[in-house]
Every structure is written in structure tokens, then in C-alpha cells.
């Protein structure tokens, strides 16, 4: 009997092509999109072309209604997390509640024996664990939003694009007459479309943000901001104010909302904590070792020694200083190709 695979969808070009191999591969597929939340219509195109693609596959199709859901953990969380003072990767949290936590359930209670999606990410199986690796294409590699994956996770997903580039994927989806063939990859946070996530947190929250002070390193203050939600760490574009010199913001003080502004020099650092922790090659990591780590997608890895401080924490120490570490990102450390695992900056 085949193997059966609940694929999921997402309108664009890289689902669409793991839906097509995974069917060559010999499973037996069903196609589903999440409907996480409605802006603009863009989420009636992209179940529009997702129904598409799998009529054309000859593979059942479903939509499944998790807005509501959506709304009261990603959304809220990136909410919350900004309002604390954080820089939150809301992608990441989607990854982790819904597209490896729900939409898994829901493939397990429809007997499902797997998932697929169109991560750029490799799976490989050494001994009795499963190790996730990095994509071929280092261009679009997404192993990094990707570090959270526990060991059920991992032995229920299959990445068919991990060994491939999006030059080959695209190919076979012009070859293959899929509508989506040159459909633009999204770059954007899903819930918002335009970049303007204060708006959206603004809209959601109904609440409107205090405005406070900014304040230099030593503590004086140096001017007024428009409310702590509209600052990142190194930012220094669209502060508001002229100071007569370059300022980048280096630290959010919520209890006292103050937005504290200095130097470039001033947003390096060697040390960052890390919670949350989650480590994919063994359950029993050694107190110290040496890899590599990265603290945000875009970022290049770095040579450091990480030491665990708790039972869900660690601190990573960089052998060169680092720009801009944000809590509520995550630094995920690499072992070669190879995701040891990782955590949220605090």
C-alpha cells in the first residue's frame, strides 16, 4: 500500500512543485491550505491557485479554516512581544503552532503517514535520529525558521526541494504547465503584506502607543519618540528626531518607556542568552562546545562557543563581536550543514 502525504499548500510555486514529486515518488497526496487570516483578497488568490495545481495533479484538495486560531497566538504574540520591547519572528512561531503543529495533527488524524512541504531544508536519517540539514540552494536555504523541529516532527515531514535550486524548481513547474510557474516569492510576513507592521499592530491591538523619551547610553535625555512599538534594534533610519550625529537605537526600556540611542560602535556585542532551547542532534548535549551561530535569517554565521546555563537555556559567546543581536530573535547554531539547534535571544 503507498504512503499517504498531506502536502501542504500555499498558492506559490514551491509547494506546488513538492506536491508533483512527492506524487512521483510513489505517495499517495492530498493537497490543503491553511486559511490563516483575510487581507486584501490575496489569500482567495493563493487557495485559488493552490485548488488549481492539485486539480491539475488529480489529488483532493482542502482548505482549512485556522483564523481564528491564527490570530490568538501568532498575531497576538508578535503583538506582545513588540509591546515588550522585543523584535519577534512571527515566522517562525507559524512554523512551530501550525504549519509542524497543527496542520501535523491534522494529517495524523486523517491517517496521514506524513507532511510535505516546500522548505529548502534537507531531512537525513543517522542511527535512531533525524538530522535537519541545510537546503542545496544556499540562497534560499530555510533551515534557520526551521531549527524548532523536534524528533516526531522530523520523522513525520518530507522536504522533496531540499536538494534542488529555484532555478530546477521553476523549471519543472514551466515544464509541467503549472499556473504559478513565475509567481513571485513572497518576502513579506504574511499579515503584512506592505511591511507597515505598525499599522497592523495598531489595528489589532486597538490600542495606541504612548509617545516617551529617547535617551543617550549615559541616561540623559535627548529627544522625544513616538511610542516604543515604532523602534528596532539598529535602527537608525526614521527616528524622528536630528541629532547632529548618526544615532542607531541599541536598547528599549519598556518600564520606563524610553528608547535608548548611541553609537554604531555601540551595537556590537560578543555575548547573547538564549531561551527556549530546542537540540535536534541528541538529547544530551555536552555543557560547552564549539560551532557556528547566526542571529537572524539574513545574517552569516559566526564561530562561538555555546554553553548551556539551564535545562531550556544557553549562552552563546562569539569569537568576534556581533551587530545588533535583538531579543525575540533566535540564534540558531550549525554544525557545517548540519542544525544543532538553537533558541530565542533574551
Not at 129 to 140: C, F, T
Not at 169 to 195: L, M, Y
Request: aromatic fraction near 10%; proline fraction near 2%.
Amino acid at each position: 500500500m503507498n504512503k499517504k502525504a498531506l502536502i501542504a499548500m500555499s498558492g506559490g510555486v514551491d509547494s506546488s512543485v513538492a506536491a508533483y514529486l512527492t506524487g512521483t515518488y510513489g505517495y499517495k497526496c492530498e493537497g490543503a491550505i491553511m486559511r490563516l487570516f483575510e487581507k486584501n483578497g490575496s489569500e482567495t488568490d493563493d487557495a485559488d491557485d493552490a485548488a488549481r495545481i492539485c486539480d491539475k495533479l488529480c489529488i483532493p484538495f482542502r482548505i482549512l479554516d485556522m483564523r481564528e486560531e491564527f490570530r490568538h497566538t501568532v498575531i497576538d504574540s508578535f503583538i506582545h512581544s513588540y509591546e515588550n520591547g522585543e523584535t519577534p519572528n512571527p515566522c517562525i512561531e507559524c512554523n512551530k503552532k501550525f504549519k509542524f503543529g497543527r496542520f501535523l495533527e491534522y494529517a495524523m488524524k486523517l491517517g496521514m503517514d506524513c507532511i510535505v512541504t516546500g522548505h529548502y531544508a534537507q531531512i537525513e536519517k543517522s542511527g535512531d535520529r533525524y538530522i535537519l540539514k541545510k537546503g542545496a540552494d544556499e540562497s534560499k536555504d530555510q533551515s534557520y525558521v526551521l531549527y524548532h523541529l523536534t524528533q516526531h516532527q522530523l520523522s513525520r515531514t518530507v522536504f522533496p526541494l531540499g536538494a534542488m535550486t529555484k532555478t530546477q524548481i521553476r523549471t519543472i513547474a514551466e515544464e509541467k504547465g503549472f499556473v504559478n510557474a513565475h509567481k513571485k516569492d513572497s518576502q513579506d510576513i504574511c499579515f503584512v503584506p506592505d511591511g507597515d507592521y505598525i499599522s497592523v499592530i495598531k489595528e489589532y491591538s486597538g490600542k495606541q502607543y504612548p509617545c516617551g523619551n529617547f535617551v543617550n547610553t549615559g541616561g540623559e535625555v535627548i529627544g522625544s519618540h513616538l511610542g516604543i512599538i515604532n523602534y528596532t534594534i539598529g535602527q537608525r533610519k526614521g527616528l524622528g528626531c536630528a541629532f547632529g550625529e548618526r544615532l542607531y537605537v541599541v536598547d528599549k526600556n519598556v518600564s520606563s518607556n524610553t528608547v535608548v540611542l548611541g553609537k554604531n560602535e555601540e551595537l556590537f556585542s560578543k555575548t547573547i542568552n538564549a531561551k527556549d532551547a530546542n537540540w535536534i542532534v541528541s538529547d544530551n548535549m555536552p555543557e560547552t562546545f564549539r560551532a557556528h551561530a547566526k542571529i537572524r535569517y539574513n545574517s552569516k554565521e559566526a564561530a562561538a562557543v555555546i554553553c548551556r546555563t539551564g535545562e531550556n537555556t544557553f549562552s552563546v559567546e562569539f569569537d568576534d563581536f556581533q551587530r545588533a543581536p535583538a531579543k525575540g530573535q533566535s540564534v540558531v547554531i550549525y554544525d557545517g550543514d548540519t542544525v544543532v539547534g538553537g533558541g530565542i535571544i533574551c
